[in-house]
């Protein structure tokens, strides 16, 4: 996984809520097996649309996505966190996402940043005024702060952030416990089933 | 304090718990499909990892496989290879498949419960996000990404915090002629497409007791659509009969075993919820969605939802906008919406009592002018059975198309799609821009609206006819 420390970019805003996975990445583009090539899928058919707000030339470069509540909600896919990364956004603002969405996303090294509806919506609007401005985000000390001043302080858990800043594998991570694991096995139900 | 039906679960599963860290949570089943799969095999195979468990996995083809000319190659080259990287992985790691063709392929969340491999008190993940339908067995499951795949393959277990519980609880009884795809519609409208984030929803309530295993599916399989990645409903004598003889069920002194185990699968009268919900099934009526998230929905009596009747605003633009994709207009009578398609199947409403219900309707009437109806069993066993009780015949003879099982036109990854600007009734769990085809406009319904709907070509309650 990419790890996140800090990051400095701008903004995109996208003012629409229940932002479903199926509109991030169309199921179309799951039938590839490997992972990268997605970018082209984020938001397909949204991007049809020349006044889409990912085409407009001053949002051109923006890393930091500023979307409505209930962003990713919908399929598991992570395809889209893929999709979300490769395009080259590091960060997603949302008041609300979905669970599986958000859990992708913390195990790719994509930042889901939750903030009050009313804060995502002045931010909405400040971007809008001025697509030029820089936002920087810092992990660390869990703040999103704005070129001009102005700190938003989010919430991330101590662990999450953690393995953020480190990059970390969580497999790696689990491996630790494999004795651990083995005990748990050896004592399972025996009526519980086996496919093979 | 006494714990809910869903911390029963999650405590026997717990493996390590350490402060401020995620507990490790085993995983007693792994259902892998060919869409959410080959990325986290790679991931193995880079680390030179095996798959810990293969005797609790189990794989299947369904999402993106044609319904038709299934002893072919399929046509769709990016399909084949999809579809092919399944069975190398599934060959390489030893992971059981039902591959296309074979009588036990099916969509995921289907064979699980058919093959007796779901049972109470189990923890089950799929890469899919309609996992969920097993916790009508009381087993708490819930869909994952593709790094979790790679996870539970590499470990047979994952990182996991405890989530919050929730209940939603539905008194009463279903009238005559109400389903349980009405009333997890009726849910999702009530509490929201967020309402469940961050929640374990537990259904419970003498409608939710009265439903059979079919229904209870229904309503789990959508929690994710109320934003619950798991929804459960504890076990009784209704789960009991549905499991027993089943090839993957435990037999002899183990099924007593098991069972007496099963029945302290209950939420405890002393312990709490984070949130609650109670819903009177006797006010419920046939329901559809208008818009295009599964929150979008009302009584099909009643009109297309004025925008400005929302009194939050992002609840309006968000009906505005959904008017608008959906070409409907505000106060127009949702009976007098007409459909090209009818869609019947997936893993919400795929199975052999939704067949059943919407052949019953249908029988004996016709299909109307200028709509299709495919009706795409959930599993080549449903099909079996379907046919072994001459519903194929019904749905034939009403000029509907009967197919192969598989995922289909729920998401329109196989060539079973809508045209841009084609209207369905869908038994399916999403609405979402574009899901069944882009441009295409879903409604979704119940197997017996779907069937009514199929026979007037506009949206209809089998009572209607």
Not at chain 2, 111 to 129: A, F, K, R, W
Not at chain 2, 145 to 152: A, D, K, L, P, Q
């Amino acid at each position: 996984m990419e790890a996140f420390t800090t990051h400095t970019g701008r903004a995109v805003p996208l003012r629409r809520s229940n932002v479903d996975t199926d509109q991030i990445i169309p199921a179309v583009w799951l039938k590839q097996v490997s992972r990268t090539g997605f970018e082209k899928g984020l938001f397909a058919a949204w991007r049809e649309d020349p006044e889409f707000v990912l085409n407009r030339p001053e949002y051109q470069g923006a890393s930091i996505l500023v979307a409505g509540p209930d962003f990713g909600t919908g399929s598991s896919r992570e395809h889209a966190v893929w999709a979300l990364q490769q395009y080259g956004f590091r960060a997603v603002v949302s008041a609300r996402f979905g669970d599986i969405f958000r859990n992708n996303a913390t195990k790719m090294g994509l930042l889901p940043i939750q903030l009050p509806e009313d804060v995502v919506e002045g931010l909405q609007d400040k971007i809008a005024a001025n697509p030029a401005k820089e936002f920087t985000i810092d992990l660390e000390a869990r703040e999103l702060r704005c070129d001009e001043g102005g700190v938003q302080t989010f919430e991330i858990d101590d662990y999450t952030r953690w393995r953020l800043l480190e990059g970390l594998d969580d497999i790696g991570l689990t491996l630790r416990h494999a004795d651990a694991i083995g005990d748990y096995e050896a004592k399972r139900q025996p009526w519980l089933p086996v496919t093979a | 304090m006494g714990r809910t039906l869903a911390d029963k679960v999650y405590d026997a599963h717990v493996v390590r718990s350490a402060e401020g860290e995620p507990d490790v949570l085993y995983i007693d089943l792994h259902l892998i499909h060919e869409v959410t799969s080959p990325q986290a095999f790679d991931g193995l195979r880079m680390a030179n990892r095996a798959v810990r468990r293969p005797d609790l996995t189990i794989a299947t083809e369904d999402h993106n496989v044609p319904t038709t000319d299934i002893l072919k190659p399929i046509a769709d080259p990016v399909s084949r290879t999809q579809v092919e990287t399944l069975r190398k992985n599934c060959a390489e790691f030893g992971v059981r498949l039902h591959p296309m063709g074979d009588a036990g392929q099916g969509i995921v969340h289907v064979i699980g419960p058919q093959l007796g491999l779901t049972q109470p008190g189990m923890t089950v993940v799929c890469g899919d996000s309609h996992t969920s339908t097993h916790g009508a067995f009381g087993a708490l499951a819930f869909g994952i990404g593709t790094s979790e795949v790679e996870h539970v393959l590499a470990t047979q277990t994952l990182p996991q915090r405890r989530p919050k519980m929730m209940a939603v609880t539905v008194n009463g009884e279903l009238p005559y002629g109400v389903t349980a795809k009405d009333l997890i519609l009726a849910i999702i409208a009530k509490i929201g497409t967020g309402g469940g984030q961050g929640h374990i929803i537990e259904y419970r309530g003498e409608a939710i007791r009265s439903l059979s295993m079919e229904g209870r599916m229904t309503v789990c399989n959508m929690s994710i659509e109320a934003g619950a990645r798991a929804g459960m409903i504890a076990p009784d004598e209704t789960t009991f009969a549905y499991l027993e003889g089943r090839p993957h069920a435990p037999s002899g002194p183990d099924w007593e075993a098991a069972k007496e185990y099963w029945r302290s699968l209950r939420t405890d009268d002393d312990a709490t919820f984070d949130k609650e919900v109670v819903i009177d099934a006797s006010e419920l009526t046939p329901f559809v969605t208008w818009g295009t998230n599964p929150g979008q929905g009302a009584p099909l009596a009643t009109t297309v939802p004025d925008p400005a009747s929302f009194a939050d605003p992002t609840h309006r633009a968000a009906a505005e906008r959904a008017l608008e994709y959906m070409g409907l207009t505000a106060g127009t009578p949702l009976r007098d919406v007409t459909v090209d398609t009818v869609f019947v199947g997936s893993c919400t409403n795929g199975r052999i009592e939704d067949l059943r219900a919407a052949a019953e309707v249908i029988k004996g009437r016709k299909v109307a002018d200028g709509v299709r109806m495919l009706i795409v069993p959930g599993s080549m066993k449903v099909k079996a059975q379907a046919e072994e009780e001459g519903l194929n015949e019904v749905f034939a003879a009403a000029g509907a198309e009967w197919r192969e099982a598989g995922c289909s036109m729920c998401l329109g990854m196989n060539p079973d799609q809508l045209k841009p600007g084609e209207r369905s009734a869908s038994t399916s769990n999403r609405n979402f821009e574009g899901r069944q085809g882009k441009g295409g406009r879903t409604h979704l319904v119940s197997p017996a609206v779907a069937a009514a709907t199929a026979i007037t070509g506009r949206l209809t309650a089998p009572a209607d006819l």
